[in-house]
């Protein structure tokens, strides 16, 4: 997260409020996962505290499924 702040949603889903980059960083870090910028553009930034393999897993999925979905005309 390159900005000084964002808002922050955390593991469970609960919203954390907007709070520093080094807090959002130790936050993450005591509960073992990652940090990761899922709306860049909003303001402030919203991050999430996240397992990030998984997250990039369930994404290859979803676009894996919609895909597969697609109709070819």
Known sequence: MPVPEGRVV???????????????LRRARE??????????????PVCKILDFGKYKYEEKK??????????VV
Do not use: H, I, M
């Not at 889903?13 to 907007?18: A, C, E, K, P, R």
């Not at 996962?33 to 402030?44: A, C, H, Q």
């Not at 979803?62 to 109709?71: F, I, N, P, V």
């Open 31 to 44: 509960v073992g996962l990652d940090l990761v910028e899922v709306n860049p553009k909003s303001n402030p």
């Open 10 to 24: 955390a593991e469970d889903g609960s919203n954390l409020g907007v709070l520093t980059t080094d807090q959002a």
């Open 62 to 71: 979803k676009q894996g499924e919609a895909k597969r979905k697609q109709t």
